[in-house]
Every structure is written in structure tokens, then in C-alpha cells.
């Protein structure tokens, strides 16, 4: 970390869908995202992620859980990329498995972290893909 202990992003003007069903998880995911001033919506599982995605809310990118309850992450991104095929999403797991990732990329998924979250690897990611948005 640079810059006195922070991040030297800004996310300001992006909107990050974040669909975590772990509250300690999501509430890390967020103060870490908000050090880079992005806006963060939560979504606390697949169902609620593909619901947000169907309205006319903005979203910049979708970080997704895969692991959680009512839709798990890979069928909540199969849905999402049917209503809104340029918003890139990324997996987030904390499974590492090599057959995890393809089935990540199967899905639609455009990225793929694994848990813990190495949060400058994370911005460096979410950058690129603004950088291919502008």
C-alpha cells in the first residue's frame, strides 16, 4: 500500500454490485472498497443480485460470491450476463480448485479471485476492466 496506508485508486464514479452472503465478508469487501471511494450496493445472495440486475440501477462490476444460499454465484452470473452481457463479473471463492475456475468461465464469469481477497490484486483487476469500459 502506498500513499500513507492507502490505495492509490479512484473508484469514485463506479458503482460495484458486491453479492456476499457472509456479513463479516461483505462488511470487510466494502470498508476496503470504500477506502478507493467506490459505491457499493450489496446483494446478500444470487436471487437479490439477479433481481438488482434487472432494474435500471447502474452497476460498473459485480463482485460474486459463489458459495451462497438460493442461487449460488454461478447460476446468479449465468442470469446476470442474460440481462446484462457487458457487465463484467468476478468470481470470488475461497476454493482454488482448477475445475472451480473453468466452471467460473463457463458461467460467464469474467475474473476469478480466490479468498482471502488480495485487495491490490482486486483493484488492479476492477481497473482494467473500467479502462476497457471508457
Known sequence: M???GKYDFD????VILVVEDNAISF???SAVLKQVK????HANNGRMAIDACGTDEHFDLVLMDLQMPEVDGLEATRQIKQIRPGLPVVATTANTYDE???ACREAGCDAFLTKPLQFRK???LMQ??????E
Open 38 to 41: 467506490a459505491n457499493v450496493i
Open 100 to 102: 472451480n475456475a473453468e
Open 128 to 133: 482494467s476492466f473500467f479502462d476497457r469500459q
Open 27 to 29: 462488511k470487510l469487501i
Open 2 to 4: 502506498a500513499d500513507g
Open 11 to 14: 473508484f469514485s464514479d463506479k
Open 122 to 124: 482486486m483493484f488492479e
